[in-house]
């Protein structure tokens, strides 16, 4: 099938985002919330991204935006990335950021006007272009107590909501935290060792490519199941 990001018959394996570029009218936004800072909105966002991607390939297309300007100090998703040389070169052409199957549209606020299927935005600022959201929270409460007002919105939203703990672990009482905020997690995110992410960075990878968390698929079938 073709390339979603380019056209079929040119040998190239990418184009530019303005050549060829297939958008697709049946998009579907998906935003990851974060539940209080500190919740693992772009660790989840990211692990997505990447399972989406090993799951459809590139015949329809993921695309990971940033919802929002990261302020000085923080890290960004290009630096996560850029710990392998291969993404610091394709940034340098200044083609599109196809990385591991993924386009990667840092700081990009036309969610409907990206490339592919399925755009995966960080932490996104309005909720009017998004078809569904993943809220993410950390089971730590005082990170529960910070994050109240944001969960309070999330639960006015009209669009579906994926419901996820991340950072589960055995002394996470998680059912105390839903009996708190009055509301089932649909997946768990388990705590994965620090190890995991230090590994990644020096071998030059992602976590993902490492130890993803295991619940990831379920939460990439879940989505695309809406899909359908």
Not at 85 to 102: A, C, D, E, M
Not at 109 to 123: E, H, K, L
Not at 169 to 197: C, H, M, T, W
Request: proline fraction near 5%; include cysteine; hydrophobic fraction near 35%.
């Amino acid at each position: 099938m073709a390339n979603i990001f380019g056209r079929a018959s040119d040998e190239r394996q990418w184009q530019s985002p303005d050549y060829g570029v297939i958008m697709d009218r049946h998009k579907t936004v998906i935003g990851v919330k974060g539940i209080g800072s500190g919740s693992g909105t772009t660790f989840t966002a990211m692990n997505l991204a990447f399972e989406l991607a090993e799951t459809v390939g590139t015949t329809e297309g993921v695309t990971y935006m940033e919802g929002r300007m990261q302020p000085p100090g923080c890290r960004k998703m290009s630096d996560i990335l850029s710990v392998d040389p291969q993404f610091r070169r394709r940034l340098s052409r200044g083609k599109t950021n196809i990385y591991k199957k993924v386009n990667w549209a840092a700081e990009n606020q036309d969610y409907r006007g990206a490339a592919g299927r399925y755009i995966i935005v960080d932490d996104p600022e309005n909720y009017d272009e998004l078809d569904l959201v993943v809220a993410v929270a950390d089971p730590l409460p005082s990170r529960i107590e910070a994050g109240i007002e944001t969960y309070g919105k999330l639960r006015q939203l009209q669009i579906p909501v994926i419901w996820i703990v991340n950072k589960a672990n055995p002394q996470a009482g998680i059912r105390e935290v839903e009996s708190f905020l009055k509301q089932k997690f649909d997946y768990r995110l388990e705590l994965l060792p620090a190890e995991v992410f230090y590994k990644a960075e020096f071998a030059c990878t992602q976590q993902y490519f490492i130890q993803k968390p295991r619940a990831i698929e379920k939460v990439a079938q879940h989505i695309l199941e809406h899909n359908k």
